[in-house]
Each structure stands twice: as structure tokens, then as C-alpha cells.
Nanobody, 125 residues
Framework: VQLQASGGGLVQPGGSLRLSCAAS??????????MGWFRQAPEKEREFVAA????????YYLDSVKDRFFISRDIYENTVSLQMNSLKAEDTAVYYC?????????????????WGQGTLVTVSS
């Protein structure tokens, strides 16, 4: 499984940005998998942001991004997206997409076997 994240950039506080993660190397619809987004701010540990089962259904979010971020997946394009609205300076981080086997939603990095390279999001005026 290969994951390729894109869409990062510089945005002003209160603005929006959409991250995308292209998945390849496996027909995801044939497997039980869950997709997630994590982020790592400067001098901080990587933290969970959001997750969604590949088959769709219940989503799982970090409390501080609820009602601002929305995770979705496109089973035809094999992509997972993270729509980020009302961005704050504290959302500045490198964002990573990840995949794990099984449909159980998880916030733990150790549960995710596949990782993409990060994409930098900078929220600043």
C-alpha cells in the first residue's frame, strides 16, 4: 500500500484547506481497512486527527477539530480527504495520512501499518 498526501499550504486564520491522500497498491474495497489523518506540530508529538472506515460510516475526530474538519473517502478515486475549515494557528502542522487493517476506528499510531509522507499546513496571517 502506498499513500500520497497533498494539498498543504499557507492559509490565513479562519480560512479553509482540503487535504487529499491517494492510495494505491491495493484495491481497498476488497479489504477491511480504515483510513486516518494524523498531524505533528513543531516540537510536539504526532497526534491523531480523524479516521473513517473505508466502507464508510461513523467517523472519529480529535475533539479540537470536531465541527471544523471533515474526513471523507472516494471509493472510485481511491482517495481520502480532510476538509479543514475555520483554521487556527494551532492547526499548523505536518499532516500525514495513514491506513490500518480492519474497520475498528483507532486514534493510536501503532495500529496503523501504512503511512504517507506528510504535507505541511501553515495557518498564519
Amino acid at each position: 500500500v502506498q499513500l500520497q498526501a497533498s494539498g498543504g499550504g499557507l492559509v490565513q486564520p479562519g480560512g479553509s484547506l482540503r487535504l487529499s491522500c491517494a492510495a494505491s497498491g491495493r484495491t481497498f474495497s476488497n479489504y477491511a481497512m480504515t483510513m486516518g489523518w494524523f498531524r505533528q506540530a513543531p516540537e510536539k508529538e504526532r497526534e491523531f486527527v480523524a479516521a473513517i472506515p473505508w466502507r464508510g460510516g461513523r467517523r472519529y475526530y480529535l475533539d479540537s477539530v470536531k465541527d471544523r474538519f471533515f474526513i471523507s473517502r472516494d471509493i472510485y478515486e481511491n482517495t481520502v480527504s480532510l476538509q479543514m475549515n475555520s483554521l487556527k494557528a494551532e492547526d499548523t502542522a505536518v499532516y500525514y495520512c495513514a491506513a490500518k487493517l480492519g474497520y475498528e476506528l483507532s486514534r493510536y499510531q501503532k495500529d496503523y501499518s501504512y503511512w504517507g509522507q506528510g504535507t505541511l499546513v501553515t495557518v498564519s496571517s
